[in-house]
């Protein structure tokens, strides 16, 4: 309670006045309660006692930056690193100020001052910090030691290293494991504070946080975060949302261990206004409800509390997704929303965190973010006037734009299904024809696949490629889509590129038997007959009436010379489908190959 603790100062401080320790203590609590002036003028008689002393100026510095007085800030900055070159504090809140006021070469040098080295990566010096050089498939370990917020801004950068032909071991805190497990820029995951780097295989290491640097960021180079994770929609039903009203998530505030938390966080009742929008249904995204929570929720039909489903980041990301517009206080769901491309309006203190820049009201990290600022410090009633007008304009057009798109997405959904009809009937020009009209209208990533797959049909391989790498584009973890591709490049002779892509389809759903079909056929190809056969297993474990796979099976055995395992297998494939040619054909292949004349004739 820094309101109390301002009172126990003051009167210690009128006993005292002359006690450097005191004063120093008294001017930061002033700084937390936004009394500026005052808190500066208390740091100034501590400079005149104690004129050599790194930390004092370090406290000026940082009572002229709430200020937005940049250039004196600075100034008490330098002055402080010139009494202490290795002062850590002085050198971070340096590269801050820089990279707020958009110097990004200066800033991301002082910035690197905050990022902490694992200490089992410093007790194996032998493994140098990475640089952006070509590689040649070696492992970088990125470790991210900075809050959940900036591991989901950041990790952005990682496909940078991939292109560069590296393989990336990512470590991050068990909250986010699920959200980026499947990303397809993660060659390996682990979770922090809960692996041995002794046992982990890389040739370099590099803090996620020292990466915006290396590659010289600022507002124009930004690498888009697209397709950076996957969320799945397995747990659709978890939460009660119903898509036909208005969904609307709020955060309130954030972690009250950070150290910035008494500015960034607001309270409740602020959003009270906004809860009294009939027609609109409000979800809190605050993991913790607290306790001013507990006598507002209840009076709201339209409020709901979220809190007992928000187990980690995955599940509400999965949230997010559903909903039309989160307001929230700069914590890491505005970094997750702005990642996923939801709309998301950001509520920010007079100070801004260095990433948000000065006066816009967008974002470069974030193209779906919009920011509202408050115009002094403390003053929320501002940003929420400004929110509650912008609002109410929302609404009127959301609603709008919902009646409009309803009828549209309804008659792409129909042709959609027409098109489908006519590719199980085989006429696939016809298809063609109402899949391209619908592209004409709206791009779809479902409608791209599935041209694709009359091209597909039609053995024009370069045009089915063609549409199913533009349905990743739309939809990045379409694993049908990358299956497809797998087998086009298997059948190109593209062996290598065609197992990638499979496996990168497997990463995002492991249990398709058909991509571990597939996956097996080029490895049966590549003359691998027993990794061949470990997946065909796997297929038709998932799928017991997988004819083709047991076919596969049967064709990897009979070619190891196994010829029991091999009639079994085919056996099965006929079972499954008597007026199977294939193995009709094969089966008696075998047989003859093995003397039995009569039974293989």
């Known amino acids: ?93 340096k590269g801050i100020t820089l990279l707020l006021n958009e110097s990004y070469e200066l800033g991301w040098k002082e910035f690197v001052w905050g990022l902490q080295k694992p200490e089992g990566i410093t007790k ?24 959940a917020g900036d591991i989901i801004q950041f990790a952005r950068f990682l496909p940078l290293i991939k292109e560069l032909d590296y393989k990336i071991i990512f470590e991050c805190p068990e909250s986010l494991f699920e959200l980026f497990k499947n990303s397809k820029f993660i060659d390996e995951i682990i979770v922090k504070g809960k692996s041995d ?46 898509s036909t009203k208005i969904n609307v998530g709020f955060v309130w505030a954030g972690n009250p261990k950070n150290g910035n938390d008494h500015n960034r966080s607001t309270q409740l009742k602020y959003f009270l206004k906004l809860f009294e929008n009939s027609g609109v249904e409000f979800y809190s995204l605050q993991k913790e409800c607290l306790h001013e929570s507990d006598n507002i929720f209840p009076s709201y039909e339209n409020v709901h509390d979220l809190s007992k489903y928000l187990n980690d980041f995955s599940e509400t990301a999965r949230i997010i997704n559903r909903l039309d517009l989160i307001i ?13 491309g939801e709309k998301v309006w950001t509520l920010l203190p007079y100070l801004p965190d260095w990433r948000w820049l000065l006066e816009r009201n967008d974002s470069p990290w974030y193209p779906s973010m919009k920011l509202f600022r408050q115009n002094k410090p403390g003053d929320w009633n501002s940003v929420f006037e400004e929110v509650a007008d912008e609002f109410s304009i929302w609404i009127k057009e959301f609603t709008s ?90 059948d190109l002779q593209k062996f290598d590129e065609a197992a990638n892509s499979l496996l990168l389809s497997l990463k995002i759903n492991h249990k398709n038997p058909v ?87």
């Open 124 to 147: 194996n010096n032998s493994v140098p910090i990475w640089k952006p050089l070509s590689g040649k498939g070696e492992t970088v370990l990125v470790y991210a030691e900075q809050g």
């Open 197 to 242: 780097y002794s046992k982990l295989n890389y040739d370099f290491y590099i803090p996620l946080l020292g990466l915006p640097g290396i590659f010289n960021a600022n507002t124009h180079n930004i690498p888009s975060c697209g397709d950076l994770i996957s969320v799945s929609d397995n747990d659709e039903k978890l939460v009660e949302i119903d």
């Open 401 to 490: 734009e919902k009646s409009n798109s309803g009828n549209f997405e309804k008659e792409i959904a129909e042709q959609n299904l027409i098109a489908r009809k006519y590719i199980e009937e085989n006429k696939i020009e016809d298809a063609k024809k109402v899949l391209q009209n619908i592209l004409r209208k709206k791009k779809s990533g479902d409608v791209y696949f599935n041209l694709g797959y009359c091209f597909h049909l039609q053995n024009n391989l370069s045009a089915a490629l063609e549409n199913y790498n533009k349905t990743l584009e739309l939809e990045p973890n379409d694993y049908n889509a990358l299956n497809n591709i797998g087998i086009i490049l298997k």
């Open 1 to 93: 309670n820094f309101e109390t603790a301002e009172n126990y100062l003051r009167k210690a401080y009128q006993i005292n006045p002359n006690d450097f320790d005191l004063l120093n203590i008294y001017g930061l609590v002033l700084q937390k309660r936004n009394k500026l002036a005052e808190a500066r003028e208390i740091f100034f008689k501590a400079e005149e006692m104690s004129p050599l002393t790194a930390g004092v100026y370090l406290n000026i510095g940082n009572t002229y930056l709430f200020e937005k007085k940049f250039e004196d800030a600075l100034r008490n900055y330098n002055e402080a690193i010139k009494l202490k070159a290795d002062f850590k504090d002085a050198h971070i809140s």
């Open 328 to 340: 929230t206080v700069e914590t890491a769901v505005a970094h997750l929303a702005g990642t996923l």
């Open 515 to 601: 991509a571990l079909n597939n996956l097996g056929i080029i490895f049966d190809l590549k003359g691998d007959f027993q990794t061949a056969i470990e997946l065909f297993q796997n297929a038709v474990a998932l799928n017991g009436n997988y004819a083709e796979a047991y076919l596969n099976l049967a064709n990897c055995y009979d070619t190891l010379g196994n010829t029991d395992e091999a009639l079994s297998a085919i056996n099965k494939a006929l079972e499954i489908n008597t007026n199977y040619v294939d193995a009709h054909f094969n089966k008696s292949l075998i047989l003859l190959k093995n003397g039995n004349f009569a039974e293989g004739f």
